[in-house]
């Protein structure tokens, strides 16, 4: 009977031994191995170390254990623990995101770009227009309209420059309108955007209130100002239009900075900023050229470029420009060889958007993603948005955009 119990308390030992169950944790490779087991020993049973379903839930990141009492498995990835006579190191400290949006409606994945990102994608896909009425209790701005310029006097833009042709010489007056932002005080220094073509004044208004209400967007202002137009000639080749916008050079940067700016906070009640990262520029076709054109000449007083179906092609030849804005992205491929600029782009040429000739030099529809592709091998942050079945400056797309267009393009900026 004595050797009986010594035989029944070694079993019941041996018993309790074989029931406790290791720790495991995963090697790079991705397999389980028990904590503190070595190469040596064979690999444990794999229907002991892969669990049923409603004991262990494997997803791409980690291992996850269900709530179980019953279960004193872990499975885990490997982390090395600090030593607890050693301080944790710490992280590299990151630059401080000033502002992630709210609306993540940017592209076709329905995430905005990263800051820092070069998004290309298509607009193939329908789209809800959103922003573009007033929401209920979104407080307005106001808009001060057609305030007179006359080319009698201009340093830059008096109605009689050699590339204007005969017939399209001779004075002329300007409309120039200004948003200011719901509750501007008329002291503090603005943001804003030259607007090209006085484009969309209502649009810009509405969607600027709705996103500025929450918080999308900095409050701002626009200040739109209208082309030369004379003698009934607004546009095409030899016009005051034309050589304003499709130039290649610094003279509309100055015209509005020496000329429309000053005037305009003496007849208006505003402040803009001088800070190059809070000016922009934004424009269609010709203008939307004139936008970037803007930013490159005079970057320390401009940065940020909003362009629909920008005429990036052969219109009017400057200094330096043989083949006109077509140089910034082939031909002399001025924007390649020069060095990189504090530049925030978006670009958008339609589909079936101009491209009357053959002469590449002239298309639109090649000269858009050419911009964009030297936007990325330069690292300058831009959207490149090609719009299936759209035209020239197509107002579909604009509406589809205008609103996550202009989100991205202030996205780094700090709103109060």
Not at 147 to 154: E, H, N, P, R
Not at 274 to 293: D, E, H, L, Q, V
Not at 391 to 396: K, M, S, T, W, Y
């Amino acid at each position: 009977m004595k050797y009986y119990f010594w035989i029944l308390a070694l079993t019941l030992s041996a018993s309790i031994a074989c029931t406790e169950r290791p720790v495991y944790t995963t090697d790079l490779s991705g397999k389980a191995k028990p904590a503190n087991d070595d190469d040596s020993k064979p690999d444990p049973d794999e229907d002991d170390i892969n669990k049923k379903d409603d004991d262990i839930v494997k997803d791409d990141d980690d291992i996850i254990k269900k709530d179980d009492p019953t279960d004193d498995v872990i499975v885990k990835d490997p982390v090395e623990e600090p030593k607890k006579d050693e301080p944790k190191k710490e992280e590299p400290k990151k630059e401080p995101v000033l502002r992630k949006s709210p609306n993540e409606a940017a592209n076709r994945d329905g995430n905005l770009p990263d800051i820092t990102g070069y998004p290309d994608f298509n607009n193939g896909q329908v789209r809800a227009q959103y922003l573009l009425s007033r929401a209920a209790g979104v407080p307005q701005g106001k808009m001060t309209r057609d305030i007179k310029f006359s080319s009698v006097g201009s340093k830059y833009f008096d109605g009689r420059s050699d590339k204007l042709s005969g017939d399209k010489r001779g004075d002329f007056e300007r409309n120039v309108s200004v948003y200011t932002p719901p509750n501007y005080n008329g002291t503090d220094e603005l943001p804003f955007m030259v607007v090209g073509d006085s484009y969309g004044m209502d649009l810009f208004q509405v969607v600027a209130e709705n996103l500025i209400a929450q918080k999308r967007l900095p409050p701002m202002a626009f200040v739109f100002i209208s082309p030369g137009v004379i003698g009934g000639h607004g546009d095409g080749p030899g016009s005051e239009r034309s050589f304003e916008y499709d130039s290649c050079s610094d003279r509309f940067a100055n015209y509005v900075d020496n000329e429309i700016l000053p005037e305009l906070e003496k007849k208006v009640k505003i402040k803009f900023t001088k800070n190059p990262a809070g000016r922009g520029a934004a424009g269609i076709s010709s203008s939307g050229a004139m936008a970037f054109t803007m930013a490159w000449f005079k970057n320390d007083s401009y940065q940020r470029v909003l362009t629909y179906s920008g005429t990036f092609v052969n219109r009017i030849t400057s200094e330096g420009f043989d083949k006109g804005a077509y140089d910034y992205h082939s031909g002399k491929k001025v924007i390649k060889n020069s060095p990189k600029k504090n530049l925030r782009v978006v670009l958008q040429v339609g589909e079936r958007d101009n491209n009357f000739t053959p002469d590449v030099t002239n298309n639109w529809i090649t000269a858009n993603p050419a911009m964009a592709d030297v936007f990325k091998e330069k690292g300058v942050p831009y959207r490149y948005v090609f719009a299936k079945d759209a035209v020239h400056v197509d107002g579909r797309v604009v509406n589809l955009k205008i609103a996550e267009d202009l989100e991205w393009l202030w996205l780094d900026y700090p709103i109060p």
